[in-house]
């Protein structure tokens, strides 16, 4: 069975700082990988996608891949307020129509 | 920006009785998905279905759930003999291209199921 793991949190960071968010997923067929912003109520939102080894970035976020430690993570840099949310990391497989397997989320708040 | 529609945002039914749960996809999209989240516990994947077929499904998708495209525009869940631990927020999804490198999945702002 499919798992992603992450750290469920709290995890505070001071504003203007770097919030680090990990993840680890079990299924070594992971083709696509993905973090989602959730705030409480609201549907999941798209931040950063990546689908080869390395670092992609984009804007303040950053998305970093390793498939033979089967890890993913998120940097983002000078966190703000407006960051606080649950961040949810989501891996698929090869095929077209393949489900996402989310984590459970890390809380993270950004402490003005 | 186009989005996915959901309706109804909430929706409140007896335990035993039959749900519809509808989306409107986005107009260009050919896949299309369900997903579940219970209040606290991680967003679930249902059921994906693409050229109007169900293409992948979950053990949570059982009997109980189906999916249809009635017409070219909406996308229904239908959960029969509704039971208690249904209740969560369910989202509709959609995706030009499937879940291929460049293909942005788009979820819709949910459907909140509580069964009394």
């Known amino acids: 069975q499919k798992e992603v793991e992450q750290n469920s949190g709290p995890l505070s960071v001071p504003e203007g700082a770097i919030a680090s968010l990990n993840c680890t997923y079990s299924d070594r067929g992971s083709q696509s990988f993905f973090w989602y912003r959730q705030y409480s109520g609201k549907s999941p939102e798209l931040i950063m996608s990546i689908y080869s080894n390395g670092d992609k970035e984009d804007g303040r976020f950053t998305a970093q891949l390793n498939k033979a430690s089967q890890y993913v993570s998120l940097l983002i840099r000078d966190s703000q307020p407006s960051d606080s949310a649950t961040y949810l990391c989501a891996v698929t497989g090869a095929g077209g129509a393949d489900g996402l397997t989310f984590g459970k989320g890390t809380h993270l708040i950004i402490q003005p | 920006e186009p989005e996915v529609t959901q309706t109804p945002s909430h929706q409140v039914t007896q335990m035993g009785q039959e749900v519809i749960l509808r989306c409107v996809p986005i107009s260009n999209h050919l896949y299309f998905y369900w997903y579940r989240q219970i209040l606290g516990q991680k967003v679930e994947f249902l059921v994906s279905?693409?050229?109007?077929?169900?293409?992948?499904k979950s053990e949570i998708f059982d009997d109980q759930f189906s999916v249809e495209r009635p017409d070219g525009s909406n996308f229904t869940l239908k959960i029969r003999s509704t039971k208690l631990e249904d209740s969560a927020m369910y989202f509709c999804?959609?995706?030009?291209?499937?879940?291929?490198?460049?293909?942005?999945?788009?979820f819709g702002e949910g459907s909140w199921l509580t069964v009394v």
């Open positions: 999804a959609s995706t030009p291209g499937g879940t291929y490198s460049g293909n942005t999945i788009y």
């Open positions: 279905f693409y050229n109007n077929e169900i293409s992948e």
